[in-house]
């Protein structure tokens, strides 16, 4: 690979999955390519327990680029909610995800386990106690609901696959009980993050929307723009087995101008008047599908953003005749057309050069 050049994938047969498809070892339905990549850890706080030192909620990055990058700034991707950054590689029916699509469009991608998630260690005596495993039930309801059956025809394998639907919950994992507690700390380590790397896109899924917001929130000279796909919400919404956004789109505290010192402050004030300083003029971009629970509250999400200052639009996947997409859309059969109209967005509205953006600073 090198550019922006796509690579051909070579599918597994119909009916196949990548590890069923004709006896082939998986490395043999891959094409080679060509990029740098490698791993690092965002350290976390150094805590005294009892007179023992600990480290409390670092975060794993892993990240790829291009042999030649093209685009002025790297994307950070960060999965939602129970997950992992898995979510954002290879598809549950072994196609390239969006992290290598991005790489193969030119850009530098940093994918991060949030803390607690994946590689990025949880312990309860540092982060808290965590809310009930993720069930197979809350995954089917969420992710591929009975309900929506015949409309939802992009999901990427037949629920009644048993195989494939313990693939699909095996990265699943419980979240911490206190929301406001492991927004705030992955926010605190993507700040650092890009400290480390520089003015960068970020790309949430999910309940990781939340994310996007607070790390502008403390950095928003280094945060270029914001593709929020399916986010959490609307303003004040309760999710089951999440918890309430009592700041408006996030739990934790976010800066609003004027100053407001409490949540009961926020839902009390005029909606329009809740002025987010650090999201104002920020491209935003709130990406839904079309049989998603979730994407009737995004056009109230984009609403609510541009009251705060954002300039937001959404990128309903229908109005660019990309049909049958749920909540897992970054995933589903058509995770690659889905993403066109995403990269279409960016190129329109992320301009310039990190060095450019430096020198504006």
């Known amino acids: 690979m090198r550019g922006t050049d796509t690579i051909p994938m070579v599918a597994p047969p119909p009916g196949k999955s990548i590890v069923e498809a004709a006896g082939q070892a998986v490395w043999e339905t891959r094409q080679p390519r060509t990029s740098r990549r490698g791993e690092f850890w965002l350290p976390g706080d150094r805590v005294t327990i009892k007179g023992k030192t600990y480290q409390r909620g670092p975060m794993f990055v892993a990240w790829e680029a291009p042999a030649s990058v093209s685009q002025p700034y790297p994307i950070v991707l960060i999965h939602g909610g129970a997950l992992q950054g898995t979510e954002w590689l290879d598809t549950p029916d072994g196609r390239p995800g969006w992290a290598q699509r991005l790489v193969e469009a030119g850009y530098a991608v940093f994918v991060v386990d949030r803390v607690g998630h994946g590689r990025s260690p949880y312990n309860p005596d540092l982060l808290g106690p965590m809310s009930p495993q993720f069930p197979y039930e809350e995954g089917e309801e969420v992710f591929f609901s009975a309900k929506v059956k015949e409309e939802h025809t992009q999901w990427p394998f037949d629920p009644h696959d048993a195989a494939a639907l313990d693939a699909y919950i095996a990265p699943f994992g419980p979240l911490p009980a206190d929301i406001a507690s492991w927004q705030a700390m992955d926010a605190d380590r993507l700040a650092d993050l890009l400290d480390r790397i520089g003015p960068s896109i970020l790309m949430t899924h999910s309940a990781s929307g939340s994310d996007g917001w607070l790390t502008a929130d403390r950095r928003s000279d280094l945060v270029v723009a914001i593709v929020a796909v399916e986010p959490m919400g609307p303003a004040f919404a309760d999710t089951p087995n999440i918890g309430a956004l009592s700041w408006g789109l996030t739990s934790a505290p976010i800066t609003y101008e004027p100053r407001r010192s409490s ?60 049909h049958g997409n749920g909540h897992g859309l970054i995933y589903e059969k058509n995770s690659d057309e889905a993403l066109r109209p995403v990269l279409s967005w960016l190129q329109q509205h992320v301009a310039g050069s990190p060095s450019e953006d430096k020198e504006k600073r």
């Open 263 to 322: 949540p009961e402050e926020v839902r009390a004030a005029d909606p329009s008047s809740l002025r987010i300083p650090a999201l104002v003029g920020k491209p935003v971009a709130v990406v839904s599908g079309e049989v998603s629970v979730q994407s009737k509250y995004a056009p109230e999400i984009v609403k609510f953003l541009c009251n705060a200052g954002a300039s937001a639009e959404l990128i309903h996947l229908p109005d660019h005749n990309i």
